[in-house]
């Protein structure tokens, strides 16, 4: 059986390898597939400056790394698109990226984020917005990034007090027909009720940005003046607010003006961009520097073994995707460590993308000395977290091994039943790529009821029929539970034919002695229950693999939990009224007007008495006694 896959997959290669070799000798971009089951599906997108070259070398018997050889064996067929130049199938490799997040290209996951300032002018009274990921709109300022330290959350407080600003929500602030407490403790304007004008509010509103447009001597100026002004009209509590936050507000300004020593000012918005090379994984550091000030630092890492051109192209294109994707300010320069060539491809790619003008070049004498910082702190990163074990890709490729698995898995899977007394079962299913959730592809099971109550195996069984049908599944399925749970997966998986490995969580028990006046007290340990594995795999014995399958689970479990409550919460909050046969929406709203009774204290009402406390027909009246018979 072996032997004729293998001969099957020689021949489509050859086939392969032929086409390939019919490709003209330009630039572009190709797109690596597979056709399973007459559904297509994108494996891996790449450029290349002879598109005949590149994907040839995929098919002949050259040498190639473990992923390409993985990612081959995979391939049925595949695409090209040919471009006018380098930099054009930069910007087009990171689109086809973006469209179809191929599982074998490094795609970007950026965690940190800086704090924005928002000020949107199409409301009518703007109020100012602490945002870290803040949209491109029309009318919509924003300011920013501010550097870790700036303590820009509480800036944006004591501006929107001092000013007498609005800060509450558009929903609120539409539905308000009388002032909030704010105004009566002078902290805001009112003019959710019309108290101020447009163009006073705008005046308050623009002292207050001055701050944030390198004008703020005029805010602090304005503030001082009403200070003493409350001080003459002894004021003196409000006088001493007002002093406080001109103290915070001076902090600010003077915060907002340091300069780095390194930076020239005539380069202002720098990013510096270096990378380690280590044995298992490539760390990418960016230091960024906006308006001469150190902001902070960004870092990137993923698997040497993911790359399937030079380290350069590699770095690149994931920094491409970066600047291209970010809500951060942009740099006017990128300082990096590539050949001039590779600079000018970027710069002209970049320009090609919203006419982004970043200039890339080689550090020279005047970035010196902090290009090297950011290669140290790209490296130490990278022994820091693998020291501590804190690489998601340390874990995977253990559960890789766990499992016999020929790849590294990317796409996990981890499901959860929750059911009470029988009653609103569901289920939640959560999904981590490479190591970290993806919030997006989370969902939620409306499971059925059963005469029998709690039924784990039943309820799994119908999550895992109904999941399957969705396609685009896992490389492992996680389940919460013992190898009771784990079968039942298997079972349901085998009835369609599927042959993913499937996992389950579960504790087990352990007793131990403690020092403290030697009472014994019980330790759970989280075990991985393997199909085939006589004994479960102790997850503490690789931090890394216990962080995901233990995030995963208790994901799980919220999850499902969240959604099982509110179904809950539904039947407890539905009323009585919704029982009572011929009532419509028209006399349910009047029963429910003069309702202001118990259940309890209705039933001891005669049918008489009801009808004239509703104020409803005999008819009525008689089926609400009936219903109320019920409770």
């Given amino acids: 059986m072996n032997k004729v896959k293998t001969e099957r997959n020689a021949n489509m290669h050859n086939n392969l390898l032929e086409k390939a070799k019919t490709l003209p000798n330009k630039a572009g971009c190709y797109l690596m597939k597979r056709i399973r089951a007459g559904e297509e599906t994108v494996l891996y997108v790449g450029k290349a400056k002879n ?65 924005y300032v928002c000020v949107n002018s199409n409301e009518e009274f703007p109020r100012i917005m602490y945002e870290r990921r803040p949209k491109k709109q029309k009318n919509v300022e924003v300011f920013g990034p501010f550097v870790v330290g700036s303590n820009i959350s509480e800036v944006i407080r004591i501006l929107t007090k001092s000013f007498n600003l609005r800060d509450c929500t558009l929903k609120d602030f539409n539905s308000r027909k009388e002032p909030c407490l704010l105004y009566q403790m002078k902290q805001c304007s009112a003019p959710c009720v019309n108290y101020i004008s447009n163009e006073e509010y705008k005046k308050d509103l623009d002292l207050a940005l001055s701050f944030f447009r390198g004008a703020g001597t005029k805010g602090l100026k304005e503030l001082e003046r009403r200070m003493f002004q409350f001080a ?38 720098v990013d ?13 550091s960016l230091y960024m520097m906006r308006e001469g000030v150190l902001l902070g630092h960004k870092s990137f890492h993923f698997p040497s073994i993911d790359c399937s051109d030079d380290f350069d192209d590699e770095v690149a294109q994931y920094i491409f995707q970066y600047y291209t994707t970010t809500f951060d300010k942009l740099p006017d320069r990128v300082i990096t460590s590539f050949p001039k060539s590779l600079n000018e491809t970027l710069h002209i790619a970049f320009k090609q993308v919203h006419e982004l003008d970043i200039k890339c070049s080689a550090p020279g004498k005047k970035f010196e000395s902090l290009m090297k910082l950011t290669k140290d702190h790209a490296f130490e990163h990278q022994r820091v977290r693998i020291l501590n074990e804190e690489s998601t ?37 959560i999904v981590f790529n490479d190591g970290r ?32 049908k969705k396609g685009s599944l896992p490389d492992v399925f996680i389940v919460d539970g013992g190898i009771g749970q784990v079968n039942i997966f298997l079972e349901a998986l085998k009835d369609h034919d599927i042959s993913i490995p499937v996992v389950g969580i579960a504790k087990s028990k352990v007793d131990k002695k403690s020092n403290f006046k030697s009472k014994e007290v019980v330790r759970s340990e989280e075990r991985l229950i393997i199909p085939g594995r006589s004994n479960p795999y102790l997850l503490a014995k690789c931090k890394s693999l216990f962080r995901i399958i233990v995030q995963m689970r208790d994901e799980a479990h919220r999850f499902s939990r969240r959604l099982h409550h509110k179904e809950e919460r539904k039947k407890l909050i539905t009323s009585w009224v919704d029982h009572v046969e011929g009532v419509g929406p028209v006399a349910k709203k009047k029963i429910l007007s003069n309702l202001d009774l118990s259940i309890k204290e209705l039933k001891l009402m005669s049918e008489v008495e009801i009808q004239e406390y509703f104020v409803v027909s005999k008819k009525i009246a008689k089926a609400i006694v009936k219903t109320l018979a019920l409770y």
Avoid: W
Avoid at 276 to 283: A, K, L, Q
Avoid at 445 to 468: C, K, Q, T
């Fill in 51 to 115: 598109l005949r070259n590149r994907v040839s070398s995929y098919f002949n018997n050259s040498s190639k790394s473990p992923k390409t050889e993985i990612l081959v064996s995979h391939i049925n067929d595949f695409d090209f698109i040919m471009t006018d130049s380098d930099a054009e199938a930069f910007v087009l490799e990171n689109n086809l990226i973006k469209k179809f997040s191929p599982k074998y290209n490094i795609r970007l996951k950026d965690d940190k984020s800086y704090p």
């Fill in 232 to 269: 003459e009209g002894e004021h003196f509590e409000r006088a001493a607010i007002l002093r406080d936050h001109i103290s915070v507000l001076n902090e600010f300004l003077n915060f907002s003006k340091q300069n780095n020593a390194e930076v020239s000012h005539t380069v202002r918005n």
């Fill in 272 to 284: 510096i961009l270096a990378y380690h090379v280590g044995d298992i994984e490539v760390d990418i």
């Fill in 393 to 429: 890709y340390v874990g995977l490729n253990k559960l890789k091994e766990l499992l016999g698995l020929k790849e590294r898995p990317v796409t996990l899977e981890c499901y959860d039943v929750a059911i009470f007394q029988g009653k609103s079962p569901t289920a939640s299913q």
């Fill in 437 to 468: 959730a993806d919030k997006k592809s989370y969902r939620h099971y409306h499971l059925e009821e059963r005469p029998e109550g709690n039924n784990d195996f039943a309820m799994m069984s119908e999550v895992i029929n109904r999941r399957v």
